[in-house]
C-alpha cells in the first residue's frame, strides 16, 4: 500500500516571496503522483500531475514540482507566491497496477501575507 | 465546461434526522467517490463507485451510511439517523478511470447536524 505524508500542515509567507510545499510518499512500486488546490469554500481542482518522463512538472497559476524517485519527494514550489494563492494544497498518489483510488495526504494550508 | 455537480451546498439539519446528498458526475467518468472532510481527520474515502458497482465503503460507517448509484448519472450518499459528530464537508469526485487521470471534485455539501 502507498502512504503521502505531507511535511508541514501551515506554511505562512509574504506575498511575491518563493514557496516550498514538501511531499513524500512510499510505495513499492512506481507511481503517480498529482497536486490538486482547494481554495475556501471549494472543492479541489488539480494544479498539476507526474505520469513519466521529466522530472519537472509545470502546472497553473506557475506552480511547478519535481519528482525524485531516489528521495521518493513531490515538492511544490512557486518562485513568487500572490495572495490569491491563500488555499490548502493536498498531494496525492496512485500506485501502478494499484486500484483506481488516489491516497491524498493531509494538506499543507498556504497562508499568504501582504 | 463539464463539472460535478453536488446538491445541496449547505444543510443544517437536526439530530436524528435524515440526509441525503447527491452527485451528478461528469458524463462518461466510470469512476465516483464519496469523501469527508474535517479539521480533525483530513480528507477521508467513504465510498468508490466503478461503473456504477461499489467497490470500495470500508470507510463508511455501515450502520447509519448508505451510498448508491441508482443510474450513471446520480450518486447518493445517505445519512440516517444524523449525529452531531456527522457535521462535516463531504465531496463527491468522479474520474475515467485510469491510474494517469485525476479525479474532478464538486463544491461539496457542508452538513451541520445540530
Known amino acids: 500500500a502507498q502512504s503521502v505524508t505531507q511535511l508541514d500542515s501551515q506554511v505562512p509567507v509574504f506575498e511575491e516571496a518563493p514557496v516550498e510545499l514538501r511531499c513524500n510518499y512510499s510505495s513499492s512500486v512506481s507511481v503517480y503522483l498529482f497536486w490538486y488546490v482547494q481554495y475556501p469554500n471549494q472543492g479541489l481542482q488539480l494544479l498539476l500531475k507526474?505520469?513519466?518522463?521529466?522530472?519537472l512538472v509545470k502546472g497553473i497559476n506557475g506552480f511547478e514540482a519535481e519528482f525524485n524517485k531516489s528521495q521518493t519527494s513531490f515538492h511544490l514550489r512557486k518562485p513568487s507566491v500572490h495572495i490569491s494563492d491563500t488555499a490548502e494544497y493536498f498531494c496525492a498518489v496512485y500506485a501502478s497496477g494499484g486500484s483506481y483510488i488516489p491516497t491524498f495526504g493531509r494538506g499543507t494550508s498556504l497562508i499568504v501575507h501582504p | 465546461d463539464a463539472r460535478v455537480t453536488q446538491t445541496p451546498r449547505d444543510k443544517v439539519t437536526e439530530m436524528g434526522q435524515e440526509v441525503t446528498m447527491r452527485c451528478q458526475p461528469i458524463?462518461?467518468?466510470?469512476?465516483v467517490f464519496w469523501y469527508r472532510q474535517t479539521m480533525m481527520q483530513g480528507l477521508e474515502l467513504l465510498a468508490y463507485?466503478?461503473?456504477?458497482?461499489?467497490?470500495?465503503d470500508s470507510g463508511m460507517p455501515k450502520d447509519r451510511f448508505s451510498a448508491e448509484m441508482p443510474d450513471a448519472t446520480l450518486a447518493t450518499l445517505k445519512i440516517q439517523p444524523s449525529e452531531p459528530r456527522d457535521s462535516a464537508v463531504y465531496f463527491c469526485?468522479?474520474?475515467?478511470?485510469?491510474?494517469?487521470?485525476?479525479?474532478?471534485f464538486g463544491q461539496g455539501t457542508r452538513l451541520t447536524v445540530v
Open positions: 507526474y505520469l513519466s518522463g521529466s522530472t
Open positions: 469526485a468522479s474520474g475515467l478511470g485510469h491510474l494517469n487521470t485525476e479525479a474532478f
Open positions: 463507485f466503478r461503473n456504477r458497482a461499489p467497490l470500495d
Open positions: 458524463l462518461g467518468h466510470n469512476t
